[in-house]
């Protein structure tokens, strides 16, 4: 049985990962803004290491959008190359805790546990944030996001003006992200630098697109603008409505 992984017990059980980090870790329930879970995550806890999950759809299933050899590469590369670097990060914190480390690089252990950890929970909401056009992809959400998009950003199109803005002007390579900040219990749209800087502490990631150059350079160029309003055709908004649900829970 999949443990879902809550953000409380993830910051709380785990140190600081990033804002965005929603780790997996053993023995722990879900009480609050359930995201996802230990396979989700490719979590094992023999090893204690992380695995890079498949993807929720072929290659080529976003090609409209994203090339199949962009995601190739993406997924195989970049993403994986995260999880090596988190695993590796794990693994220097482990032996510092049982005096076999050097203790005086703790502080570059724990910001690299940050950088890749970021890097990995970003990527695998980014994944399944998405599906094909053919099979629902982009649109509208509905029921309660719906209402609530309108609620904080006057219209939805007010809000897609935002978010493509927001992702369009990063500095340099990061995210655009529409998160749910639990204490005014509203939604807000944030830029990310890298993989966790500038991330609003506490808020719940939902809806995340990678600006990345790796994420859009072979099909688009520098054209990030061209990319950005092409990925709002393959938000998954069923999935982000459930993120969505799970944050206000």
Do not use: C
């Not at 953000?7 to 870790?25: E, I, N």
């Amino acid at each position: 049985m999949n443990t879902p992984i809550s953000r409380r017990h993830a910051l709380s059980g785990m140190a600081a990962l990033g804002a965005t980090s929603v780790l997996a870790s053993t023995g722990t329930h879900a009480n609050t803004n359930t995201l996802l879970t230990n396979t989700d995550l490719g979590w094992d806890p023999e090893s204690k290491q992380f695995t890079l999950p498949p993807l929720p759809y072929p290659y080529d299933a976003l090609e409209s959008v994203i090339d199949e050899q962009t995601m190739r590469i993406h997924h195989r590369k970049h993403h994986n190359g995260y999880i090596k670097g988190a695993n590796n990060a794990l693994r220097q914190l482990e032996a510092i805790r049982w005096d076999q480390g050097d203790p005086s690089f703790i502080q570059h252990w724990q910001r690299q546990l940050s950088f890749h950890m970021g890097g990995h929970v970003n990527h695998t909401l980014f994944w399944s944030g998405m599906k094909p056009e053919a099979t629902g992809g982009g649109g509208q959400p509905t029921g309660n996001l719906n209402q609530i998009i309108k609620r904080d950003f006057g219209s939805f199109g007010k809000f897609v003006k935002q978010f493509k803005l927001a992702a369009t002007k990063v500095e340099g390579s990061g995210w655009g992200w529409l998160v749910y900040e639990p204490v005014s219990r509203q939604l807000m749209i944030t830029q990310v630098q890298n993989q966790q800087d500038m991330m609003i502490a506490g808020a719940v990631p939902l809806l995340g697109v990678d600006v990345w150059e790796h994420a859009y350079y072979l099909k688009y160029q520098n054209r990030r603008a061209d990319y950005v309003e092409a990925f709002m055709r393959i938000i998954d908004w069923e999935e982000i409505a459930r993120r969505f649900e799970a944050a206000r829970k």
